[in-house]
C-alpha cells in the first residue's frame, strides 16, 4: 500500500507542473517576426507589395480569457511610379515607408493551444513622394516625406508549438489622414518568454 502512496504522490508531483503551464499557455512577454500581404488604397488608386517587421508584447492568460498589449515596427515594399507628369522625363513614386503600431488585445483560448483574438490600437505610417524632372541641371527634383496618423483594428489566430513557441495568421485593416488606407494579411513566428 505505501508503494501506491508513493507513486500517487510521485505521479502528481510530475503533472503538477504540466497543469500549471497549460494554464497559462498564453502568458508573459512575446517576441515575434512577421510577413504578409500588404495592399493599399488612396482615393481609389491601390497598390500590393510585402509587409514585414517585429513585434512585441505581454499578454495576461485568466482563464480562458486573455488581455495583452503591444508594440510592432514594420516596413512595406510598395512603391509606385507615374512617368510624364510634367516633363515626358519626369516621374513621380510613391512609396510607403515603416510603419509603428500600438495597441491591446482580447481573446478567448479555444481548446489548450489556440488563442483567438481581436486587437485595436493607434498607428502612424510614413509615405514619400520623389520626383524628378529628368532634365540634366534642374534643380525641380524634390523629396516629400509625411507621418500619417490612423487607427488599426484587427483579428487572428495564434498557436502555441509548444511551451514557449507560437505561430499565428492575422488581418488588420488601418485606416489613416489624408484618404489613405491599408489592408494586411500576417503571418508571424514568435516566442514567449
Do not use: W
Amino acid at each position: 500500500m505505501r508503494k501506491y502512496v508513493i507513486a500517487a504522490l510521485l505521479a502528481a508531483s510530475a503533472a503538477a507542473p504540466a497543469f500549471a503551464q497549460d494554464a497559462a499557455t498564453f502568458t508573459g512577454p512575446r517576441i515575434e517576426g512577421i510577413v504578409g500581404y500588404d495592399t493599399t488604397d488612396v482615393e481609389d488608386e491601390g497598390a500590393d507589395g510585402a509587409v514585414y517587421g517585429v513585434a512585441v508584447g505581454y499578454d495576461v492568460q485568466m482563464g480562458g480569457a486573455v488581455l495583452g498589449i503591444e508594440a510592432e515596427a514594420t516596413d512595406s515594399s510598395i512603391s509606385e511610379c507615374v512617368s510624364g507628369v510634367v516633363t515626358p522625363a519626369s516621374e513621380l513614386c510613391a512609396k510607403l515607408g515603416r510603419d509603428l503600431y500600438v495597441g491591446g488585445r482580447i481573446g478567448a483560448v479555444v481548446g489548450s493551444r489556440a488563442l483567438l483574438y481581436a486587437k485595436a490600437g493607434y498607428t502612424n505610417g510614413r509615405v514619400s513622394l520623389d520626383y524628378e524632372d529628368g532634365t540634366p541641371g534642374t534643380a525641380l527634383d524634390s523629396t516629400l516625406s509625411e507621418n500619417l496618423d490612423g487607427v488599426r483594428a484587427g483579428a487572428g489566430i495564434e498557436y502555441a508549438l509548444g511551451t514557449n513557441m507560437f505561430v499565428k495568421a492575422e488581418y488588420r485593416y488601418s485606416n489613416y489622414e489624408e484618404g489613405f488606407d491599408k489592408h494586411q494579411g500576417v503571418a508571424g513566428f514568435g516566442f514567449r518568454f
